[in-house]
């Protein structure tokens, strides 16, 4: 069982940054790719950003060239730098981990972290 723990979410002012991380440990050596999804109030829940397996990246339009996911294996931390925050990147963060075994795949999540963004 993997249990992703955020952390580092707050309130700052449109323009600002943030960093995000998450930390989970592993037991399974099965490939896993680790992202980052948020959630506004009355919206659905999408996807931010990606590290595949590989160490490869993306991101949705909406962030692109403003966020830049990350992770440091030794500390089983991925992180997500948030920079010229707008209020629109207001949400609930969540980090998931999905897991690629020969039994299948699995994900799990975390229980969030809440960035808010004044205008």
């Known amino acids: 069982q993997v249990q992703p723990v955020e952390s580092g979410g707050g309130a700052v002012q449109a323009g600002g940054s943030l960093r995000l991380s998450c930390a989970a440990s592993r037991s399974s050596y099965c490939p896993a790719d680790m992202s980052w999804y948020r959630q506004a109030p009355g919206k659905e829940r999408e996807f931010v950003s990606v590290v595949e397996p590989d160490g490869s990246t993306r991101y949705a339009d909406s962030v692109k060239g403003r966020f830049t996911i990350s992770q440091d294996n030794s500390k089983n931390t991925m992180y997500l730098q948030m920079s010229s925050l707008k209020p629109e990147d207001t949400a609930t963060y969540y980090c998931?981990?999905?897991?690629?075994?020969?039994?299948?795949?699995?994900?799990?999540w975390g229980q969030g972290t809440q960035v808010t963004v004044s205008s």
């Open positions: 998931k981990i999905r897991e690629y075994c020969k039994s299948g795949s699995y994900s799990f």
